[in-house]
């Protein structure tokens, strides 16, 4: 009654278990794979990011370098403008992102491609849009980015600025003035693949600092919100850092997948507790029946067929290894005397002191009734093979009580060594086993 009263809760209580266990699991496992998903998603951002801003680096200087081209035009010219339409229009061939292109002598705008109807020149140092890069770039020497502003027709744009100096006949320089370029924004972001982030559903901010203002602009975006979470990446063009904010319209985790991934938990976790108890029936009757087959009951050492698959292993490896073969001396007296309960017993302390002498990754098998094996794994030489011998003689002629009776024994050992002597173990274990027979005729034991 009380035995099936223990299968009964036993019955009940592992499929608790099981549910509790699979429901923390499946937590873990949708919460790991929406991590994982997460990242994947941001660092496909990222990627994605990156090649915009590469894009859009490579875009402007390559304007930049029109500018460098006009510095270089002006000082060849010791300063006087020459052609500058035709050198213009062909500068601004095949290119929509260019607004104008123009030339500033003494930071005035005096000469410009296209030239509107409209033009009128323009101070560069009193301009309000322009008068603090141009002072900066001109105390500098260094090229600076302006902007974004609205250009004439509505449309945002940014201008380079590249100062130009000239030798006088004192080899002093001297300021002559501006080459500049300006630029259509939303040309620009075309050419650097911008519009891929709004392709694959990203809202982005993209802001500019000037270095040398620290005033920070909105260049372009999607939404004016705040994007929390979003991805940044970080770049510099000149005077001017550039900052991405970029995060999926719908948010980092896909809902449609983790709904499905949780319907899938919940039916996981009610599927495996109704299988877990006969899956662990099975594992154990399949230890068990392991158990029977390897193990000797008495000792809960390996048995003899345990050791043979042990010798095919070594063999079909090619590993090297030492072989002893033990024998009990006066073991028939003991089970005479006290009876075979004290001789099991007997054996069982034997089995504890041969696995105490030998080192950890050796094995001990108990191969008839008082006969044991050990396999000692790796090279070894004769000399620590005698040196375990001796051991195990001590460990073992160690007088024991059991119960009220002292009894004593000794053990004949013999040993060999593969394949040192001999590429087969049949010889190896006859090599061993005739060894152990000597040893019990010195000690005066009959075989």
């Known amino acids: 009654m009380q035995r099936q009263e223990a299968q009964t809760a036993r019955s009940i209580f592992v499929p608790i278990v099981a549910f509790i266990i699979t ?112 002072k900066y770039s001109r105390l500098t020497k260094l090229t600076t ?17 590249t100062p130009i100096y000239l030798d006088d006949a004192n080899g002093t320089e001297r300021f002559w003035g501006f080459a500049v370029i300006t630029l259509r924004m939303a040309e620009i972001f075309r050419e650097a693949h911008v519009s891929e982030l709004r392709d694959e559903n990203y809202d982005y901010q ?88 390897y193990v000797d009951t008495l000792t809960g050492l390996y048995n003899s067929r345990k050791f043979y698959e042990v010798l095919q292993e070594l063999h079909d490896k090619k590993r090297s290894a030492g072989i002893l073969y033990v024998d009990l001396n006066k073991f028939k007296p003991v089970n005479d005397t006290y009876g075979h309960k004290t001789g099991d017993e007997l054996l069982s302390i034997v089995a504890k002191k041969l696995k105490n002498v030998v ?31 001796h051991r195990i003689k001590e460990s073992v002629a160690r007088a024991t009580t059991i119960g009220n009776a002292k009894v004593e024994v000794s053990a004949s050992i013999g040993y060999a060594r593969y394949p040192h002597d001999g590429t087969e173990f049949a010889n190896i274990i006859q090599i061993a086993e005739e060894m152990m027979y000597a040893d019990k005729k010195m000690m005066g034991e009959e075989r």
């Open 145 to 161: 980015i302006t902007g974004p502003f609205t250009l004439r027709r509505g449309d945002r744009g940014l201008s380079i600025h």
């Open 359 to 389: 080192r950890s990754g050796d094995e001990v098998f108990r191969i008839g009734g008082d006969e044991f094996t050990i396999v000692v794994s790796n090279e070894i030489s004769e000399d620590a093979l005698s040196g375990l011998t």
């Open 206 to 293: 993209i802001k500019a600092i000037n270095a040398h203002l620290g005033k920070l602009e909105t260049v372009d975006c999607t939404t004016y919100d705040v994007l929390t979470d979003a991805v940044t990446h970080d770049f510099a063009i000149h005077n001017t850092m550039w900052t991405f904010h970029v995060k999926p319209q719908d948010g980092w985790i896909n809902t449609d997948s983790l709904v499905l991934e949780i319907l899938i938990g919940i039916l996981f976790a009610i599927i495996v507790p109704f299988s877990v108890n006969s899956l662990w029936n099975l594992i154990r009757r399949e230890s068990a029946f392991k158990r029977l087959t």
């Open 23 to 134: 429901a923390v699991v499946v937590v873990f496992v949708i919460n790991r794979m929406q991590v994982d998903a997460v990242e994947a998603s941001k660092n496909h951002a990222r990627n994605l990011v990156r090649s915009v801003s590469y894009n859009l680096q490579i875009s402007l200087n390559e304007y930049f370098n029109i500018t460098q081209f006009l510095r270089g035009y002006i000082v060849r010219h010791d300063g006087q403008v020459q052609d500058f339409q035709n050198i213009a229009e062909s500068l601004s061939l095949n290119s929509s992102s260019i607004d104008s292109i123009q030339l500033a002598p003494d930071g005035i705008i005096s000469y410009s491609h296209p030239m509107y109807r409209e033009f009128e020149k323009v101070n560069l140092f009193i301009d309000s849009v322009h008068r603090d890069d141009a």
